[in-house]
């Protein structure tokens, strides 16, 4: 499929966008309002005439996405950090809506890094992706970095249809160089047709014992890798990687369809290499 962009549209009054290099805010606040800032912003795409076509592109930074019709995949947008962030006291909420037979393929230029706010306010990020009948998403970010003394709360809920194929990456790097990570509370729910659950995860750094050895163990850098449809056919049926460089990986099928890939090593460079090699079985 080849993606298309629509014509821009009016850009709503609450929409933070960008001008020359410029943020400017819309009149429902900014970054830094109140005790943090207030985003919301959505994407959805869908099929017409053999074709992806973004029918819905509202960024509201640090959510700020570009189309690459002309880029190496089809159906691709790159998501660019257009303001710091999540920092304590932040409320980010993202909604991807992914059509029937439509097809999705979202990256980001650079970590994102998660700070502590002057008030020691816990940030959140709420992401609802849907993706309807015969839809193909490939969720592939940077990793998150969590900084020392930061408070996020991280919830995702994806909505499948039948025949989806999805690849879905999360890869969190637990602290930057030389410090100690703040605490994550991350969950993940997939759901398929009426709510049946297919996977529910979830990490919580502040748990006792979460880095011990029946947890982390020590790993600065963890990752998880859902697969759906024919990319989880393929991983199942190569079997996990080899564990390289220190890495541990885990490669679990899901009861109700697809695949789950836990990764947990001893550097960033590390895990993405492991994950890659999934990601690469996954493409075929």
């Known amino acids: 499929m080849t993606l ?8 709503p009054v609450a929409e933070a966008h960008l001008d020359g290099g410029a943020v400017h805010r819309g009149r429902s606040g900014g970054l830094g309002a109140g005790r943090g800032h207030r985003a919301s912003a959505s994407l959805a795409v869908e099929a017409s005439g053999g074709r992806t076509r973004v029918t819905t592109l509202r960024n509201d930074p640090p ?11 089809p159906g691709g947008v790159v998501w660019v950090g257009t303001a710091a962030g999540p920092v304590g006291g932040d409320d980010l909420r993202l909604r991807v809506d992914v059509g029937p037979g439509a097809e999705l393929r979202l990256t980001s230029v650079a970590a994102s890094l998660v700070l502590p706010g002057p008030r020691g306010d816990t940030s959140a990020t709420v992401v609802t992706v849907t993706v309807g009948d015969g839809g193909r998403l490939w969720w592939c ?8 003394e930061a408070d996020h709360r991280a919830d995702t809920v994806v909505r499948v249809g039948d025949g989806v194929e999805l690849v879905w990456v999360e890869e969190v790097v637990l602290g930057r160089h030389g410090e100690t990570a703040g605490r994550l509370r991350s969950r993940l729910r997939i759901e398929g047709r009426a709510g049946a659950p297919l996977l529910c995860s979830g990490l919580d750094t502040g748990r006792p014992g979460w880095d011990g050895p029946a947890g982390l163990a020590g790993s600065r ?5 859902v697969l759906l449809g024919t990319p989880a056919e393929r991983v199942l049926g190569a079997g996990a990687p080899p564990a390289t460089e220190g890495c541990r990986v885990a490669l679990s099928a899901l009861t109700g369809g697809g695949a789950v890939a836990a990764v947990a090593g001893p550097s960033t460079l590390a895990v993405r290499r492991a994950v890659a090699g999934i990601v690469d079985l996954a493409a075929g």
């Open 221 to 225: 850098a963890v990752a998880q890798v």
């Open 63 to 73: 959510f700020t996405f570009r189309p690459t019709p002309d880029g190496p995949h």
């Open 141 to 148: 970010p940077e990793p998150a970095i969590i900084a020392a």
């Open 4 to 11: 298309t962009a629509p014509t821009p549209p009016a850009v």
